[in-house]
Structures are given as C-alpha cells and as structure tokens.
C-alpha cells in the first residue's frame, strides 16, 4: 500500500522524499493520555461526501492513513448514520499491523463503538455479526433494542433520554479503550465538538472541487469556536494533503 500512496512530510521537518509507516506511525502516535483523534476527509471546497459517500473523496494516501489510524487506537467510534449509511463492515487489520499491536501490547484489533440515540441497527450488519471483537453500542437509557442487537453487542447507556457523550466516554476510558478514533459522522463530530471533548482533528483534503450541495464535515448545533494548533503536513503524490491539528 505504502508505495502506491508515496506520502512526503511538508511541516515540520520536511522529509527529501516519501516516508515508510514507521515515521508515519510517529508523526500521528498513541498519546500518552485519555485521547479522542477525528478522522475526516473532505474536498477542496469543504465537501463531506460525494454523490453522498466519503469513497468519492478518499483517494489511496487518505486510505493508507485510514489504516494506519485503525491500527493505533483501542476503540473506533461511529455514529449510526454513518454505520448505517456507508454499510460498515467488520473491522479488518492485515497480520502485519496486528503484529504491530500485539508487539506493543494492545488488542490484535479495536473495539467497535456505535454511537445511536435510536438502537435502530441491524444486528445482521456485517460491522456486528462478524466483528472480531464484541462491538459496544453507546446509548440512552430509554431507548428501545431490536431483538438480536444483545446478542452481538454490549449496550452501553448514558443519559436518561438523549446519549451523555462525556460520561459514556469516560466509561469506555475505564473499560480500558482510552485512545479513541472517530471516524464520523458530521452529526457525532457536532456533538462531540459541542462537548468540548474532541482533542485531535486528522484531515485529508482531496484535490478536487465537489460544488455545492454536500454538507460539511460537522453539524448540528452550533457551538463556540475553539483553537485547534496545527502539528503536521503530509502531502501525498495524489495531490491530497493530510493535517494533523491537535490540543496537544
Ligand atoms: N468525509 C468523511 O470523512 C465522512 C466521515 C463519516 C461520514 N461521512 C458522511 O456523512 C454522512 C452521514 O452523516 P449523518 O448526517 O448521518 O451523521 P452521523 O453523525 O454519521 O449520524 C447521525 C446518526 O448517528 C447517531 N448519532 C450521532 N451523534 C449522536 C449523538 N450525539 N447521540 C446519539 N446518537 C448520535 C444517531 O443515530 P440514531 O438515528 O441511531 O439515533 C444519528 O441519527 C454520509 O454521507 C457519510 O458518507 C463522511
């Protein structure tokens, strides 16, 4: 994958030419912290979607990173939309980036965490039914299961009628899954922002113009502006640029 996505370090410490995973996997890390990293990408112009799937936008460097993204965290959170929309399958790690995690003591794969008001899923869904470790669904404490869903998935509730996001994330901090990767969509980003709880926003922009009519990458209601700082700037042969912004 690494050489049919050659990806260069702009900023800071420019590299001479394309880098190996390994300078990746320490340019983006594990934090040394509880650690909440967004994963987005979007168009030149601030598309989240084309002809409404993120595929259209995610080119081979922004799936490489993707992956490698995958490999460093304990859990992946999703929102149902987005689970739902894009038919999220199990997720899969080749053996060499399960070695990876088993070389530095996690998990041979993250935890799925499924972020839903409704518990409108379908335990069938291929992300449940043939997850290599039992997924976990962030929810409320009124909302209705359909049958099947206990079967393959922890439920996990916070709030009485809508999910607390801060306390459902500090239960999955004392599970043990403390780095955690979010991989959308804009309506769980909305909220997590409002929360104050997001520490990392990763975004590869796409070289492309996808016009009007698409969202943004966040949505919602609207919550104060907060600064993020720049880290890192990768460009890729394809033309994407990939930034890290981060608290810390
Ligand atoms: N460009 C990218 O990187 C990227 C990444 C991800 C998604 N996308 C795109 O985004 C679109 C999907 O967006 P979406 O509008 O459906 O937003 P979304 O955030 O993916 O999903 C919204 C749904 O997720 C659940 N949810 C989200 N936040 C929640 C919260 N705080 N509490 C409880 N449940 C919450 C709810 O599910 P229930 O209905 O089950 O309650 C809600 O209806 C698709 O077009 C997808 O391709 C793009």
Redesign the pocket.
């Known amino acids: 994958m690494s050489d049919r996505a050659p990806i260069s370090v702009l900023w800071p410490d420019p590299s001479p030419g394309p880098v190996d995973d390994d300078t990746l996997i320490a340019r983006y890390g594990r934090a040394d912290r509880p650690h909440l990293r967004m994963n987005?990408?979007?168009s030149v112009d601030g598309a989240?979607?084309l002809d409404?799937?993120?595929a259209g936008?995610s080119g081979a460097s922004d799936k490489r990173v993707f992956g490698l993204l995958r490999m460093l965290c304990d859990a992946l959170l999703v929102?149902?939309?987005?689970l739902r929309?894009?038919g999220y399958r199990a997720i899969r790690l080749d053996e060499r980036r399960r070695a990876w995690r088993r070389a530095h003591g996690l998990t041979e794969y993250p935890t799925l965490v499924v972020?839903?008001?409704?518990?409108?899923l379908d335990p069938a869904q291929a992300a449940f039914a043939d997850a290599p470790v039992r997924p976990v669904v962030l929810t409320h404490r009124n909302a209705a299961a359909p049958p099947g869903l206990t079967d393959v998935a922890d439920l996990v509730r916070h709030g009485d009628d809508?999910?607390d996001?801060v306390t459902g994330l500090a239960e999955l901090r004392r599970r043990g899954l403390g780095q955690l990767l979010c991989?959308?969509?804009?309506?769980?980003f909305g909220?997590l922002t409002a929360a104050d709880l997001v520490d990392e926003v990763c975004l590869s922009i796409a070289p492309l113009l996808a016009g009007a009519g698409p969202g943004r990458?966040t949505?919602g209601a609207p919550s104060p502006a907060r600064g993020l700082p720049l880290r890192h700037v990768l460009r890729a042969d394809d033309g994407t640029l990939l930034l890290r912004h981060a608290r810390h």
Not at 79 to 82: D, L, N, P, S
Not at 183 to 188: A, I, M, Q, R
Request: charged share 10%; hydrophobic share 40%; no cysteine.
């Open positions: 987005f990408v979007t989240v979607s409404g799937y993120s936008l929102a149902a939309g987005t929309h894009e972020v839903s008001g409704t518990l409108d809508r999910v996001l991989e959308g969509g804009p309506h769980l909220a990458i949505a």
